[in-house]
């Protein structure tokens, strides 16, 4: 199983960005549940938002209406659509996700993508 994290970029504050993260290999469906943590410069990696295969959703206080998560079951992708982005959102941002497969069939397994840089100007 592979994560694929891709939409990061450039961009000034107030504006807005959408991640793509996209699992790939062999697993049993639909995915238990994705999302994303951040890590900025010299800090520790903290959680942004989850999405359970109920669709129930969490987010951390920090980007409580400004992000949104959402997933598409079929395509295997889940999106973080970040809005009135903030110097402050600055950081590599890793997807996560809990997935069964033939190797781990009872309990979901971690799996991590790659981060992708997220650089918001002031």
């Known amino acids: 199983v592979q994560l694929q994290a891709s939409g990061g970029g450039l961009v000034q504050a107030g504006g807005s960005l959408r991640l793509s993260c996209s699992a790939s290999?062999?697993?049993?469906?639909?995915?238990?549940?994705i999302g994303w943590y951040r890590q900025a410069p010299g800090k520790q990696r903290e959680f942004v938002a989850r999405?359970?295969?109920?669709?129930?959703?969490t987010y951390a206080d920090s980007v409580k209406g400004r992000f949104t998560i959402s997933r598409d079951n079929a395509k295997n992708t889940a999106y973080l659509q970040m809005d009135s982005l903030e110097p402050e959102d600055t950081a590599v941002y890793y997807c996560?996700?809990?997935?069964?497969?033939?190797?781990?069939?009872?309990?979901?397994?971690?799996?991590w993508g790659q981060g992708t840089q997220v650089t918001v100007s002031s």
């Open positions: 996560n996700a809990a997935i069964r497969s033939a190797e781990y069939p009872i309990y979901p397994h971690d799996y």
């Open positions: 999405m359970g295969s109920s669709c129930y959703r």
């Open positions: 290999g062999s697993f049993y469906q639909p995915i238990n549940a």
